[in-house]
């Protein structure tokens, strides 16, 4: 356990409106990660965090944004939800040292765009 | 760029039966090798790893080898039981991407009936 919370865990929300996604962690990680699941594709990166307010686009970024004002949390947002973004979301930590670096997920939200 | 490709699911076998899920990868660096377990509705946990070529990581009966020659890192486990179901992620973790980028399979589904 890497003390790792997401919230909300479940969302349904309606095409057009503005969602946000928080990732919450306790162990002061300087990496987190955001990614979706869908089937047939595996995890797929959004964004990710190299520190506080610095942040990257990862291959799926395009509708997201992404913030972290504190190292403690990591905000994933929609800023106009479509049909398309409906999808499991995980955040993720990075764990270890440089050569032997490891991923701790979150239990991760289902969020239902209609 | 940085690759993983893991034998299509689902796999279905008996309870007791011998595992092995495929799974190979091209990288340009010298990677760090995964997998990880994820069962339903949950995130993805780590279940072992392997650093170097050679290596052999091992957790909860199951293993894999780090198999530089044959770019593999295949999962064994010699009795699979009902409780073993879940979806199966090989991962890799690059340090020469750049931001710890880890890049994963697309998921082996195993199903394992009594």
């Known amino acids: 356990d890497a003390g790792i919370t997401q919230s909300p865990r479940h969302k349904v929300t309606e095409t057009g409106t503005p969602v946000t996604l928080r990732c919450h962690q306790t162990?002061?990680?300087?990496?987190m990660y955001w990614y979706r699941q869908d089937p047939g594709h595996g995890l797929r990166l959004i964004h990710y965090?190299?520190?506080?307010?610095?942040?990257d686009k990862g291959e799926v970024s395009d509708g997201y944004s992404v913030s972290r004002s504190k190292t403690e949390d990591f905000l994933l947002t929609l800023e106009s939800a479509t049909s398309s973004q409906t999808s499991v979301y995980f955040c993720?930590?990075?764990?270890?040292?440089?050569?032997?670096?490891?991923?701790?997920f979150g239990p991760g939200t289902r969020l239902t765009v209609l | 760029g940085d690759s993983v490709t893991q034998m299509e699911g689902p796999v279905t076998l008996s309870e007791e039966a011998f595992l092995t899920i495929n799974c190979t990868y091209t990288a340009t660096g010298y990677p760090s090798l995964f997998w990880y377990v994820q069962y339903p509705g949950e995130g993805l946990q780590l279940l072992l790893k392997a650093t170097k070529a050679d290596d052999k990581g091992s957790n909860k009966g199951f293993e894999a080898t780090y198999r530089k020659e044959t770019t593999s890192f295949h999962l064994e486990k010699g009795s699979v039981q009902v409780s073993d179901s879940a979806v199966y992620f090989c991962?890799?973790?690059?340090?020469?991407?750049?931001?710890?980028?880890?890049?994963f399979g697309t998921g082996t589904k195993l199903q394992v009936i009594p």
């Open positions: 991962a890799l973790s690059d340090p020469s991407g750049g931001y710890q980028k880890v890049t």
């Open positions: 965090s190299y520190g506080v307010k610095d942040t």
């Open positions: 993720a930590i990075m764990s270890g040292q440089a050569s032997t670096d490891t991923q701790y």
């Open positions: 162990e002061n990680h300087r990496y």
